[in-house]
Nanobody, 123 residues
Framework: VQLQASGGGLVQAGDSLRLSCTAS????????VGWFRQAPGKERELVAT????????YYADSLKGRFAISRDNAKNTVYLLMNSLKPEDTADYYC?????????????????WGQGTQVTVSS
């Protein structure tokens, strides 16, 4: 099972980016997928999750209203749309897949990880 994250880059504050996470080797439509991020010198933190089957979503409180997670099962891909980006959103962003339909906010709940895509937001 492999997860390929893409879509990161250098943007200015206020811009938007859409990250993609494409899975191969397994269909993830029935399993939870999450996006995490890790800034330099900080711990990895949950950004958002989307559950398997009913696509219910969960967001870190500080990101509600700016970020949106979604999936396209036909493409086996999960997206993270990030709006109104701020310099504090600068981090490496990772997608992760779970073996269960609903997963929590801990990175320990996820078994498969992509390689990360870097997002840099300049002020």
């Amino acid at each position: 099972v492999q997860l390929q994250a893409s879509g990161g880059g250098l943007v200015q504050a206020g811009d938007s980016l859409r990250l993609s996470c494409t899975a191969s080797g397994r269909t993830f439509s029935n399993y939870a997928v999450g996006w995490f991020r890790q800034a330099p010198g900080k711990e990895r933190e949950l950004v958002a999750t989307i559950s398997g089957t009913d696509d219910s979503t969960y967001y870190a409180d500080s990101l509600k209203g700016r970020f949106a997670i979604s999936r396209d099962n036909a493409k086996n891909t999960v997206y993270l749309l990030m709006n109104s980006l701020k310099p504090e959103d600068t981090a490496d962003y990772y997608c992760a897949g779970a073996n269960v339909r609903y997963a929590g906010s801990s990175y320990r709940d996820y078994s498969y990880w992509g390689q990360g895509t870097q997002v840099t937001v300049s002020s």
